[in-house]
Structure formats: C-alpha cells, structure tokens
C-alpha cells in the first residue's frame, strides 16, 4: 500500500493531497470579525430612494405595516398583505416593489422576480428597484441579466452611496470581486464613519487577486490606527504576492492585536506549512489549541504539522481526537489513512473508527475505502477487504481510488485479468495516475502483451517527469521560511 493522504514527510504540510484520494486536505477558509455580513436582499430594505408611487393614504398605511412586518421577520404576513395590496393597485411600482423584496427574503425567487420585473417596467427610472431586480435574476440562475439590471440601477444613481453599498453586496454574492471592490470603496469615500468599508473593499480586491490594490487600502486602514482585520489582509495580500516575511509579520501582528481569534493562527501556521516549515506551525498550533479546544481546523492542522515533524504518536493522537469531535465529516477519518502504517498497537482503534463511520454512513464510498484499507493494513488482502472496496465502488461507480486498491487485492490473489480491468478503470477515471500506468505495465508484461506494457510504462515515465518538475516548480515558488524562536 503505498503512501496514503499525508505523502511524504518531506512534503509541505498545509496543502496536502493525496496521490490516490479525491479528498483534498486543507483547511477551510475562514474569515475573521465582522467585516461584512449583510445580505443583499436584507440590506435593500435599509436603503430608501423616492420612488414614483401615488397610492391612497390607507392603502401607504398598509405598504408601511407590510414594511415593517418584513423588517420584524415576518414575512408570511407581510406577504398576504402586500398580495392583496397588488391585486388592488397592480400598477404602483413601489407596492410591486416592496413585495418582490418580501418574496426574495423569502427566497420564493420566481415569483420575486415576476413583481420586480413587473415594478422595473411600472418605473423605469427607479435604481432600488433594478438592483432588487438584479438580485431576483441572479438567485433564479440568470446573471447575465443580472449584471444588465445592476449595470442599469448604477447609471441611474452614479453618485449615490447607498446604490453603491448595494451594488457592491450584489457583485460580491455574484462573483465579480473586482466590481464589488469598485463600489464598496465608493461607498467608503462617501462614508469615512464606516471604518470597516475599506477593509470590505480590500477584502474583495484580495479576492480579484487584485493584489496590489487590497494591499493599498488595507494599508490605509492600518496606518490610521491599529487594526488586526487590516493586518490579517495585508498577510494573505503578501502570501499571494509571494513575500513570505512581510506576511508573516503582518500575521503576527494580527495575532498580537486580536489574540482572540482563531482564524488568524490558522493562517499564520497554513504559511509555515504551505512553504514546508512545519517546526514553527507546530510551537504555534500547541499554543493555540489550548486556548482554542473545540476549533477543529486547529486540531486538524495540529496532527499534520505533528507528522511533518516526524512525531507521528501525536499526530495520531490529534487526528483521533478530531475524529471524535467531527464524526461524521470523511475529512476528519482520511487524514487518518497515511498513518496506519504507524498506527502499531492502535490499529484496532482506528480500524474501529472507521467501522463506525460506515455503519453511520453506509452509503459513503469513503468511509467503506478506509474501512478497506485498514483492514489491508491489519489483514492482508483478505476477501473483507475485497468486499468492501466493491461497496465503495457501488456507492460511487467514480471513485477510483477504490478501483485502483481493488487491482492490488486482485493482483495478490493472481487475478491478473481482473486486476487489469481495475486499473484500466481506473484510468478511465483518472487518466494521470502515474502509479495505475506503472502497474498496468506490469501486468501487462506478465499477461505477455508487450505493446501496451511498453505504451503504460512510457506514460508513467513522461508522468512522473511532469510531476517531479511540477514539485520542482512549487518548491522554488515556497521556498522554506528560515525563523527563530524568541522566549517572552
């Protein structure tokens, strides 16, 4: 069985995936305080611009009972009444309007994209009701015409501040970071209260890749007074930038700012690792875990820069521990699998961890592929072992690396036909596998067919050149991060 999730040791910890696993290791992104957490559809309640609506008194009393209903999260009845109130007055805008919203909080999106049509075309002068319009479009799959109406709703009001926080929300939520950076940081330079709009803008150029730019504003925030959400910026901005000491002091200095969030030594102890420089991850993540008990992504990140280390006892130790914490994630029993050969005498362990995985998940490939290779580990290639991979085949006919252990369990029974037919599917899936092309030559050569022995042993060679200058590339772009330990 050859090395599984965790590789080798001499390979940076952070970013670790695996030959043979369609799980990729990594730490999910997380995203410190509070910079912005408004919904779009949320936040186009709390702007007002005059709209061309004439309604009766009694009936503006009941568009403004409807509108606070909403506000108050009762949307069901602010629903009823504003219905009845369109069913009255079909071609006021503003009722059309406020129950579009209504129905978009909601996320009853087709109808809500049917009034606000319908109000865009009542008043086609009014910026509020194309960026709701715009929203409704891009929840019911239609961006196209979506960044037609926010476009619009912005040559309506080119200089008006709330249109622009709007916007800026709206592009965010659709994927076009740089827009949304445009217009947050219009917003921001109309309202310099707003201490957080910068840094919303940076963030959002940093997500553009918009280096430079998210370095900037980010920058301005932090020379003004301090502030660890900049710093926290300024590090990923360098990361991406590839200036490993300026991220790593602008990280530090987010720690020391705000030693209370977890997410900004989660991205300090991510850079060590990333550049293969697990010693200095490993003395900050035993630091933070401590404080930090119930963070899984610390624990997680913990056990790998452990292993990177050589420290393979704890590295166990912390991903059993993660095991228990999240049970029903796959992610926490995969990191698992490269350690079974280390595992000695709690190998019975963690081949019981991942018999209960599959008993609470027995529709899972992964939970019934490590269940396999446990048992390999411990067993051999035994008809248990066998029986399971085919389980995890039949849960997900396209997950290859359960084709791929089946050809070593076939191929130690001299089942070479069969053993063929697994790794040709495996290929079929996976057509880069190195290792599948190396031992289909094999088997090839022992079942007599020297052509295709010789066509799989060149396309191992040719992958295995490719692979190595890609690691080449990698390590040169990460380089090891020289540090020191300072007490204090």
């Known amino acids: 069985m050859h090395r599984g999730l965790l590789g080798s040791r001499r390979r940076p910890r952070g970013q670790v995936s695996s030959s043979r696993h369609c799980i990729e290791v990594r730490t999910r992104p997380r995203i410190a305080g509070k910079i912005d957490r408004v919904n779009v559809r949320s936040a186009l309640f709390l702007v007002a611009l005059p709209l061309c609506a004439q309604l009766p008194d009694a009936a503006r009393a009941k568009l403004a009972e409807a509108s606070n209903l909403a506000a108050a999260g009762q949307s069901p009845k602010a629903e009823e009444i504003l219905t009845t109130l369109s069913r009255s007055y079909p071609r006021s805008a503003e009722v059309r309007h406020t129950l579009g919203l209504v129905l978009l909080r909601a996320k009853k999106h087709e109808a809500a994209r049917r009034e606000l049509e319908a109000a865009a075309t009542l008043d086609a002068k009014a910026p509020l009701i194309r960026l709701a319009l715009a929203q409704a479009r891009l929840e019911t799959g239609a961006k196209a015409d979506a960044m037609r109406a926010a476009a619009e709703a912005l040559r309506l009001a080119p200089g008006e501040p709330v249109v622009a926080r709007a916007l800026a929300m709206f592009y965010g939520q659709a994927g076009e970071f740089s827009k949304a950076a445009e217009q947050e940081t219009r917003w921001a330079r109309a309202n310099p209260k707003d201490r957080l709009a910068l840094l919303r803008a940076a963030e959002y150029h940093l997500r553009a890749n918009e280096v430079e730019a998210a370095i900037q504003l980010a920058g301005e925030v932090a020379a003004a007074s301090p502030s660890a959400p900049a710093q926290s910026i300024l590090g990923k901005a360098y990361r991406l930038k590839r200036n490993p000491p300026k991220a790593v002091a602008a990280l530090q200095e987010a720690i020391?700012?705000?030693?209370?969030?977890?997410?900004?030594?989660?991205?300090?102890?991510?850079?060590?690792?990333?550049?293969?420089?697990?010693?200095?991850?490993?003395?900050?993540?035993?630091?933070?875990?401590?404080?930090?008990?119930e963070d899984v992504e610390l624990r997680r990140?913990?056990?790998?820069?452990?292993?990177?280390?050589?420290?393979?006892?704890?590295?166990?130790?912390?991903?059993?521990?993660?095991?228990?914490?999240?049970?029903?994630?796959?992610?926490?029993?995969?990191?698992?699998?490269?350690?079974?050969?280390?595992?000695?005498?709690?190998?019975?362990?963690?081949?019981?961890?991942?018999?209960?995985?599959?008993?609470?998940?027995?529709k899972n490939p992964v939970a019934h592929y490590l269940l396999a290779m446990g048992v390999a580990t411990r067993d051999g290639a035994t008809a248990e072992t066998e029986a399971l991979l085919r389980r995890a085949i039949a849960a997900e006919p396209g997950y290859w690396p359960a084709w791929f252990e089946l050809h070593t369990v076939l191929k130690a029974q001299d089942r070479f036909d069969e053993a063929a037919k697994a790794l040709e599917q495996t290929l079929k899936l996976n057509p880069d596998h190195a290792a599948a092309h190396y031992s289909l030559a094999q088997i090839y050569a022992r079942l007599e067919d020297t052509a295709r022995a010789a066509e799989h042993r060149q396309k191992h060679h040719q992958l295995v050149l490719r692979d190595r200058e890609e690691t080449d590339r990698k390590r040169r772009e990460m380089p090891r991060l020289a540090y020191e330990v300072r007490k204090g």
Request: hydrophobic share 45%; net charge negative; charged share 25%.
């Open 256 to 293: 020391r700012l705000d030693p209370a969030q977890p997410a900004y030594v989660a991205d300090l102890a991510q850079l060590f690792l990333d550049h293969n420089t697990p010693e200095p991850a490993r003395m900050l993540l035993e630091q933070a875990v401590p404080r930090f008990p």
């Open 301 to 362: 990140m913990l056990g790998l820069a452990c292993y990177a280390v050589g420290n393979t006892e704890r590295a166990l130790d912390e991903f059993l521990r993660v095991t228990e914490m999240e049970p029903d994630s796959a992610l926490s029993y995969a990191v698992l699998e490269s350690l079974l050969p280390d595992a000695g005498n709690r190998l019975d362990l963690v081949v019981g961890k991942f018999r209960a995985f599959v008993e609470r998940h027995p």
